[in-house]
């Protein structure tokens, strides 16, 4: 589950860093290249609640191995795409792929380790793999992007699926099914996902239509009704809903997940942003640029196991406010950033404390989210909040996208282009204090496992062979 993590993790960041020579290679414009992200992200979150009860229905094993496969196919052919059309497509075949397996994942997961200390140090080693995908992900998607082609941020993934294809299929054992209601709520995952793309696309868009122009606010109306007929249909549908809108009066699930958009929102356009920033105004290479990235995700890992330590004596609410709020200071002075700037002031002192903070909140988000939620909706649940996680990440960087375009304006110069880029960096670090509000206001107060609950930990372990 950790190697699938990673999986996940990595094609997050490796495409990032190859954005300008992908622009290049295939003739994207300054706008159009966001929809490499958008489409991952949407057709990722938009379908994650449809996996998530796939993978209750239909064997959590069957449906992370189905993901895998699709993830790899998806990777290949976006590795031979000839237009911007083909490659957009094949990164939200990508995420089609991710939504199946990454519930699967996260609800496995969550039933290997209900409770107590080997809770905290399961999602602990889960954070860590994920920061590591990130921290091998950008360097990978530097040294291949500069030295053999941009094409290989898409193919590096075939060899890593096939080899969590075969972990998968030999480490985890198949399960029963555990939800046995009615068929899942096809038109519902439609619904979502079509609605959340035109209110990405509406928002995206306003750099050719003003917000108060006819084709905006068409776009959004229409956005509007597809997300409100979502919610008239979770509510009336004959077949398992996609998603238990009883599930969210759990305060616990609906504070983890506001606080998940947020964050998603942020760290989404803060890598967006920041590799452009490295390559267009500072003029670094896509290799040193991955290699730049590195504290940051080594500060991730870092952030992880820093809670797990502190996470058997402080309580999670208690770390996502801490951690939301470092992140939110690292945001604060990345929004410093001079079109003259240097790597330890503008880049590597701000990533060290981001990164911290950002490490300490994936952990006890996944554990506050996932907890206490009754066993057939495990699925559901972790779908959930990967899906807030995703669709933040979605229209944060459309929204703080378009205003970092709005404030460069139509003159693209290195000074230009870091007002932009500070902007939206500035907007990210008021998203996270929200955040960290959030969770303060929001979640309630919880005790870290006790005494008799890490004794216990030797039973909540699994058998070895």
Same mark, same amino acid.
């Given at each position: 589950?950790?190697?699938?993590?990673? $999986?996940?993790?990595?094609?997050?960041?490796?495409?990032?860093?190859?954005?300008?020579?992908?622009?290049?290679?295939?003739?994207? *414009?300054a706008?159009?290249?966001?929809?490499?992200?958008? %489409?991952?992200?949407?057709?990722?979150?938009?379908?994650?609640?449809?996996?998530?009860?796939?993978?209750?229905?239909?064997?959590?094993?069957?449906?992370?191995?189905? &993901?895998?496969?699709?993830?790899g196919?998806?990777?290949?052919?976006?590795?031979?795409?000839?237009v911007? &059309?083909?490659?957009?497509? %094949?990164?939200?075949?990508?995420?089609?792929?991710a939504? /199946?397996?990454?519930?699967?994942?996260?609800?496995?997961?969550?039933?290997?380790?209900?409770?107590?200390?080997?809770?905290?140090?399961?999602?602990?080693?889960?954070?860590?793999?994920?920061?590591?995908?990130?921290?091998?992900?950008?360097?990978?998607? &530097?040294?291949?992007?500069?030295?053999?082609s941009?094409?290989?941020?898409?193919?590096?993934?075939?060899?890593?699926? /096939?080899?969590?294809l075969?972990?998968?299929?030999?480490?985890?054992? %198949?399960?029963?099914?555990?939800?046995?209601?009615?068929r899942?709520?096809?038109?519902? /995952?439609?619904?979502?996902?079509?609605?959340? $793309?035109?209110?990405?696309?509406?928002?995206?868009?306003?750099?050719?239509?003003?917000?108060?122009?006819?084709?905006?606010l068409?776009?959004?109306?229409?956005?509007a009704?597809?997300?409100a007929?979502?919610?008239?249909?979770?509510?009336?549908?004959?077949?398992?809903?996609?998603?238990?809108?009883?599930?969210?009066?759990?305060? *616990?699930?609906? &504070? %983890?997940?506001a606080?998940?958009?947020?964050?998603? =929102?942020?760290?989404?356009? *803060?890598?967006?942003?920041?590799?452009?920033?490295?390559?267009?105004?500072?003029?670094?290479?896509?290799?040193?640029?991955?290699?730049?990235?590195?504290?940051?995700?080594?500060?991730?890992?870092?952030?992880?196991?820093?809670?797990?330590?502190?996470?058997?004596?402080?309580?999670?609410?208690?770390?996502?406010?801490?951690?939301?709020?470092?992140?939110?200071?690292?945001?604060?002075?990345?929004?410093?950033?001079?079109?003259?700037?240097?790597?330890?002031?503008?880049?590597?002192?701000?990533?060290?404390?981001?990164?911290?903070?950002?490490?300490?909140?994936?952990?006890?988000?996944?554990?506050? =989210?996932?907890?206490?939620?009754?066993?057939?909706?495990?699925?559901? =649940?972790?779908?959930?909040?990967?899906?807030?996680?995703q669709?933040? =990440?979605?229209?944060?960087?459309?929204?703080?996208?378009?205003?970092?375009?709005?404030?460069?304006?139509?003159?693209?110069?290195?000074?230009?282009?870091?007002?932009?880029?500070?902007?939206?960096?500035?907007?990210?670090?008021?998203?996270?204090?929200?955040?960290?509000?959030?969770?303060?206001?929001?979640?309630?107060?919880?005790?870290?496992p006790?005494?008799?609950?890490?004794?216990?930990?030797?039973?909540?372990?699994?058998?070895?062979?």
């Open positions: 589950m950790a190697v699938v993590q990673l $999986t996940v993790s990595l094609d997050l960041s490796v495409v990032n860093v190859g954005l300008p020579q992908i622009a290049a290679g295939l003739g994207f *414009s706008v159009g290249l966001t929809w490499l992200i958008h %489409a991952y992200a949407l057709s990722f979150g938009g379908l994650l609640l449809l996996g998530g009860k796939a993978a209750d229905r239909y064997g959590r094993k069957r449906v992370l191995l189905l &993901g895998l496969g699709l993830f196919l998806a990777s290949l052919v976006g590795g031979l795409a000839q911007p &059309g083909h490659l957009v497509a %094949a990164r939200a075949a990508q995420g089609i792929g939504a /199946a397996l990454a519930p699967a994942a996260l609800a496995l997961l969550t039933e290997t380790f209900p409770t107590g200390k080997a809770r905290v140090r399961a999602f602990g080693v889960w954070s860590a793999m994920n920061a590591a995908g990130g921290a091998l992900g950008v360097l990978m998607g &530097g040294l291949l992007t500069e030295y053999v941009w094409r290989w941020v898409m193919f590096v993934n075939v060899p890593i699926v /096939a080899c969590a075969a972990l998968a299929w030999r480490g985890i054992a %198949a399960g029963p099914r555990t939800a046995r209601g009615g899942p709520d096809v038109l519902g /995952a439609v619904l979502a996902t079509a609605g959340m $793309t035109l209110l990405v696309f509406g928002v995206v868009r306003t750099d050719q239509y003003a917000w108060t122009s006819p084709v905006t068409t776009t959004l109306a229409v956005a009704v597809l997300l007929a979502f919610i008239y249909v979770e509510r009336t549908t004959t077949r398992e809903p996609l998603v238990r809108l009883g599930l969210f009066v759990n305060r *616990s699930v609906a &504070g %983890a997940n606080y998940n958009l947020l964050v998603g =929102a942020a760290m989404a356009a *803060s890598f967006y942003f920041m590799s452009l920033y490295l390559q267009r105004v500072l003029g670094t290479g896509p290799a040193l640029t991955g290699i730049m990235f590195l504290p940051f995700a080594f500060g991730v890992v870092a952030g992880a196991v820093l809670a797990v330590k502190l996470g058997y004596r402080l309580a999670p609410r208690t770390l996502l406010v801490i951690g939301g709020l470092l992140t939110a200071t690292g945001f604060a002075w990345f929004g410093l950033i001079s079109p003259d700037g240097a790597f330890i002031t503008d880049v590597l002192g701000p990533s060290i404390i981001a990164s911290v903070g950002f490490g300490l909140c994936l952990g006890p988000v996944v554990s506050i =989210a996932t907890g206490g939620v009754a066993p057939h909706e495990a699925g559901t =649940a972790s779908g959930l909040l990967n899906s807030s996680r669709i933040g =990440a979605s229209l944060g960087l459309a929204a703080l996208g378009t205003a970092a375009h709005h404030r460069t304006g139509l003159i693209a110069t290195p000074e230009t282009l870091t007002d932009g880029y500070a902007f939206g960096l500035t907007l990210g670090a008021a998203l996270l204090a929200a955040a960290a509000l959030i969770a303060l206001t929001v979640l309630r107060r919880t005790s870290p006790s005494r008799v609950e890490r004794a216990d930990d030797r039973e909540l372990l699994p058998a070895r062979d």
